[in-house]
């Protein structure tokens, strides 16, 4: 049987779910494969809502994402933290914004 998965997944969503120490994933690659797809069409859709938090009522584009982010944070989003962190760094990218790296290591 072969892999016939086309989307191609970054190393930093893969890093979410690797085991440094062992060098292997601590998940299924079906369930990384799928967080991945939640977490990258989640991005996509939150694009819109950013742009409009920052033309309407937020001062910076660093507050939009901070507040998307601590949005994410909650139980309620569905979403693990290290996801959180890379869904806002992600839409950064996708906006143009400037590099949130800081979110892919949550405190």
Known sequence: MSDEYQIEIPPSFFA????P????????IALVR????????LATHLIEHARILAHVE?????EVLHRIHDGLCTP???VSAGEAGWIVTRLAELLGWPNAIGFLNPD
């Open 16 to 19: 979410l779910y690797a085991d």
């Open 21 to 28: 120490a062992r060098q292997r994933l601590r998940e299924p």
């Open 34 to 41: 799928q967080r991945y797809e939640v977490c990258e069409d």
């Open 58 to 62: 937020v001062p910076s584009e660093e």
């Open 76 to 78: 309620e989003s569905g």
